[in-house]
């Protein structure tokens, strides 16, 4: 049996780690985690110690580009606002979707304290830009 490197395992483990949208859910940038509610619906979950609203929006652009194959210029909508997660024990989640609220199968249409608004919608380009903020650190 050959041997695998080190540097090819931690090649490999990487990449499933951030790839795909099997059970365990999809990671973005910064560890934020993705998971799908429903055919129509997605939970972006934040982790501690990010600007949350910049977690939210990077997961919901990186999720709709990469597992849904959305273009750079479909629309993301927000159909649940931040609060704790549905798909998670996440006490900071949010709920996205490329169809507006009220189209949105599955949505909670939760209104929250904080985070993105109900209805609120960014080009999936321009939430992915929000990913760039998290790893330079600026804040919105």
């Not at 609220?101 to 209104?111: E, F, I, L, N, V």
């Amino acid at each position: 049996m050959k041997r695998i490197s080190a540097f090819a395992f931690a090649i490999l483990a990487n990449c499933s780690e951030t790839s795909g949208s099997g059970n365990t859910g999809f990671v973005s940038t910064g560890g934020v985690r993705v998971n799908p509610v429903s055919a129509d619906v997605f939970e972006v979950a934040a982790r501690p110690n990010l600007n949350m609203y910049n977690a939210l929006w990077c997961g919901a652009g990186n999720y709709a580009s990469q597992a849904l194959g959305a273009p750079a210029n479909a629309r993301i909508y927000v159909v649940g606002e931040a609060g704790p997660g549905y798909t998670s024990e996440s006490r900071d989640a949010a709920q996205f979707s490329l169809k507006p609220p009220g189209q949105a199968a599955g949505a909670s249409g939760r209104k929250g304290t904080w985070g993105p608004r109900l209805g609120e919608d960014e080009f999936v380009g321009d939430a992915r830009y929000y990913c760039s903020k998290l790893r330079f650190g600026m804040a919105f």
